[in-house]
């Protein structure tokens, strides 16, 4: 049982460049989220899922993608990467909506 | 709107003593759950505590307890017999709605920044 995985660790992008970053589980939860941290802030919520097909929109998810094909994948995608959009990514996941979630390690982007 | 409000950016607790890490929380919403997690240097954020607000008891869990105080919407953490490694950024978190029309989006506040010394 891995967890909430999320790759890669650390990745470097020029602006305008795209990328996906991948979060799985295995632990069959149906919830899952995406939530960016900046320096002197809290996480800040970017876009969620309660189950296979159904996103939405959290508190900060302008030039942000999701989609939800399989219960176990929640991928953030980053359609032309900014600077601003240099931050710490966690991908966390719950049983359900009102379970406490448990999150990924984490991935570090830098945007040049 | 809801809010979290953490107004200690760092503090100091000497090994073995206890400590307390403050958080308030402003919401309409007569259901909600409140969260602690801790992020130690590597970076990873650890879930520590829950308490609902329908809980008639304060959460404890080992040397993690919550003082929560609804009339006054404070959820502080209080952390017994400090250790070496607590020393990291603690974060309080709220979500509103605790039962099926809850969306588990978290809001969380600007941490803590936790260090214990021998």
């Known amino acids: 049982n891995a967890g909430v995985t999320q790759t890669p660790k650390f990745q470097v992008l020029k602006t305008g460049q795209s990328m996906t970053l991948q979060c799985a589980q295995d632990?069959?939860?149906?919830?899952m989220s995406w939530y960016r941290q900046d320096p002197g802030m809290g996480l800040r919520l970017i876009h969620y899922?309660?189950?296979?097909?159904?996103?939405d929109q959290g508190e900060v998810p302008n030039g942000y993608n999701v989609s939800r094909s399989t219960t176990e994948d929640f991928p953030l995608r980053l359609l032309s990467a900014a600077p601003s959009q240099t931050s710490v990514y966690f991908c966390?996941?719950?049983?359900?909506?009102?379970?406490?979630?448990?999150f990924g390690p984490g991935t570090r982007l830098t945007v040049l | 709107a809801q809010k979290i409000t953490q107004t200690q950016p760092g503090m100091f607790v000497q090994e073995k003593e206890a400590v307390t890490l403050d958080c308030t929380y402003d919401?309409?919403?007569?259901?909600?759950?409140l969260f602690w997690y801790k992020q130690p240097s590597s970076g990873e954020m650890i879930f520590l505590i829950y308490?609902?607000?329908?809980?008639?008891q304060n959460a404890t869990e080992g040397r993690y307890s919550l003082n929560f105080q609804k009339a006054r919407k404070s959820a502080n953490l209080v952390i017994s017999a400090s250790q070496l490694g607590d020393s990291a950024m603690y974060f309080c978190?709220?979500?509103?709605?605790?039962?099926?029309?809850?969306?588990?989006?978290?809001?969380f506040g600007t941490g803590t920044l936790l260090a214990v010394q021998p």
């Open positions: 966390a996941s719950s049983p359900t909506n009102t379970d406490t979630q448990y």
């Open positions: 632990m069959n939860h149906e919830y």
């Open positions: 899922s309660v189950g296979a097909g159904i996103t």
């Open positions: 919401t309409s919403d007569p259901s909600y759950g």
């Open positions: 308490q609902g607000s329908y809980d008639q």
């Open positions: 978190a709220m979500r509103e709605g605790n039962y099926g029309g809850a969306t588990n989006k978290l809001i």
